[in-house]
């Protein structure tokens, strides 16, 4: 049998298996150098698909092939959707491919929704490839036209980057959603009634290419190009995501990118209230120290089961930025010191001992054990680091008219006082680890 037909004969497997299951939700590989027996490679079994991996070049090269020869109007769709499905399946970064789906969905040959179920099959075997979520962007705003086009997926990136990573302690949120509580408004193919369904699609595409590969960028911009153009920033979407996303990142606390998120996710929760003290002081006052309290009790708990992971002390520069941010836009505030803490400040605040409390007041003190230089328990227990800085004990520092720079004096001294405590609670297998992280918080804190 020639490599020709035997090509043929894989596609048409691979093509009857994908329409024999809808339910089809993962696609593999199968080790296997040579064919062992007279059967088809492909293989179905309990809705998962797999290829053996002596057919994958004789079939990628057939597909690829008959794509290129494709004409500007081809009268055989089906054909064109089986190449092309089977050529994405197997290199997800073939443009040819996915460019000729574009076609057929504009054709109306594929349907749009059947081709974003595609595109979450391949990331599961592909879950990093930027092709499948700029198709996935492409598909969305075909579906729903009143979606501005976006720009490139690393262009859209790294637009989010400059709005939430500011460089030269200049910080610019990006503008706020025009009425954060709207609905999206469209009527083309009755859309409006599967927007929902569609926006957990995208989310839960996300969560598996996540999964499936660390620290992965492009699944992380994909959903918050999600959230900002097909959920239009809506509260309760975000608010979800704020609660899903911090179980995510309990269970992945060295990956930045789903850190990264959580801090968009801030930053859209702050808009919610119009990110001032300006017309509701109180409310909005209250509502960011809350946001701030709950990531800084998460991040210092964090800290504590699991020292000298980076990822957790950059967010956590991230939650002090953010309330710095927030104290500075105060209408009336006086001016800001700009003088970083001198490096005799910094020895007198390592210098202060660090009173011992006994009971509930635990998780709100300082710990001194700094004379035996680690925790009398070697297991880290959740009170032996203090989960909520002395900034935030009580609202008085909202009120109007008090000095900004009495605020941003307290937040130094506080957070440099966690670190010393974290530092000294440290077991000793853990020691360099964590007193690198802390050295270089401490650092920050120095030159901000």
């Known amino acids: 049998m020639g490599d020709d037909e035997r ?55 057939f597909v690829h092939q008959q794509l290129l020869k494709v004409k500007p109007i081809s009268p055989d769709s089906r054909f064109l959707n089986d190449c092309s499905q089977a050529a994405v399946l197997l290199n997800a970064e073939c443009y040819t491919a996915w460019n000729i789906r574009k076609r057929l969905v504009l054709k109306k040959a594929i349907g749009a929704e059947a081709d974003l179920k595609l595109a979450t099959l391949v990331l599961t075997k592909h879950p990093k490839s930027a092709e499948t979520f700029a198709q996935r962007r492409w598909l969305l705003q075909h579906i729903f036209p009143d979606i501005k086009p976006s720009h490139s997926s690393h262009e859209a990136a790294a637009s989010t980057n400059q709005h939430y990573f ?10 706020p959603p025009n009425g954060l509580d709207r609905r999206v408004q469209v009527q083309q193919n009755g859309a409006a009634g599967n927007l929902e369904r569609i926006i957990d699609g995208e989310l839960k595409a996300c969560t598996i290419a996540a999964d499936r590969y660390p620290n992965n960028y492009n699944a992380w911009s994909h959903r918050i190009w999600v959230l900002k153009h097909l959920a239009r920033g809506g509260s309760q979407v975000v608010k979800s995501e704020w609660v899903s996303s911090k179980e995510w990142v309990r269970c992945h606390i060295s990956d930045h990118s789903g850190f990264h998120y959580r801090q968009f996710l801030m930053q859209t929760l702050r808009e919610c209230t119009g990110g001032t003290l300006i017309p509701n002081e109180k409310e909005n006052g209250s509502y960011a120290m809350g946001l701030v309290e709950e990531e800084l009790q998460f991040t210092a708990n964090l800290i504590s089961f699991y020292p000298g992971h980076e990822a957790i002390w950059y967010h956590r520069r991230f939650v002090i930025h953010f309330w710095r941010t927030f104290l500075t836009g105060k209408p009336n505030a006086t001016t800001i010191s700009t003088e970083p803490l001198s490096h005799d400040d910094i020895t007198v605040l390592e210098d202060i001992s660090v009173p011992d409390t006994a009971g509930a007041a635990a998780t709100s003190s300082w710990q001194d054990d700094r004379s035996a230089g680690r925790c009398e328990d070697a297991q880290m227990e959740t009170d032996q680091v203090p989960t909520k800085p002395s900034f935030l004990s009580s609202p008085e520092h909202l009120r109007m008219g008090k000095s900004v720079d009495e605020d941003l004096a307290a937040i130094t001294t506080s957070e440099i006082q966690f670190a010393i405590a974290v530092n000294a609670c440290t077991p000793h297998g853990d020691v360099d680890a964590q007193r690198r992280c802390v050295e270089g918080y401490k650092r920050w804190l120095k030159s901000q």
């Open 166 to 175: 500011p460089h030269n302690n200049q910080y610019q949120p990006s503008p």
């Open 7 to 61: 090509a043929r004969r894989l596609l048409s497997d691979l093509s009857i298996a994908l329409r024999k299951d809808p339910l089809i939700d993962e696609f593999g590989f199968i080790f296997c150098p040579e064919p062992v027996c007279n059967k088809s490679p492909i293989v179905l079994e309990q809705h998962k698909l797999g290829i053996e991996t002596w057919s994958i070049k004789i079939l990628y090269l």
